[in-house]
Nanobody
Framework: QVQLVESGGGLVQPGGSLRLSCAVS????????IYWHRQAPGKQRELVAV???????NYADSVKGRFTISRDNSRNTAYLQMNSLKPEDTAIYYC???????????????WGQGTQVTVSS
């Protein structure tokens, strides 16, 4: 089994910062791409950022210049540094990973339980 544990959410004032973490553990060979999604109340889930195994990032236009995705392959952990937060960033943030359980397998997707981020004064 593969487990994802997210942490770092909370309440922050507009303009503030938070750092989310996503730790991947369990029976696996390799963690491939890591994604951060978010879902605000009444809205569809939105892809926020993705980082490849070689640490190449991509971002949604709505967060470019404010959010930074990174990873530590030695710890199978990904991070989302969120700066200059706005009320519209309020959402549940989910981590998704593509994992190879064994060499030569097709990748499997796993999701975290989500962590709440609230931006409010």
């Amino acid at each position: 089994q593969v487990q994802l544990v997210e942490s770092g959410g909370g309440l922050v004032q507009p303009g503030g910062s938070l750092r989310l973490s996503c730790a991947v553990s369990g029976s696996l060979f390799s963690v491939l791409n890591i994604y951060w999604h978010r879902q605000a109340p009444g809205k569809q889930r939105e892809l926020v950022a993705v980082v490849t195994r070689s640490s190449i990032p991509n971002y949604a236009d709505s967060v470019k210049g404010r959010f930074t995705i990174s990873r530590d392959n030695s710890r199978n952990t990904a991070y989302l540094q969120m700066n200059s937060l706005k009320p519209e960033d309020t959402a549940i943030y989910y981590c998704q990973v593509k994992v190879l359980r064994r060499p030569g397998d097709l990748p499997n997707d796993y999701w975290g339980q989500g962590t709440q981020v609230t931006v409010s004064s």
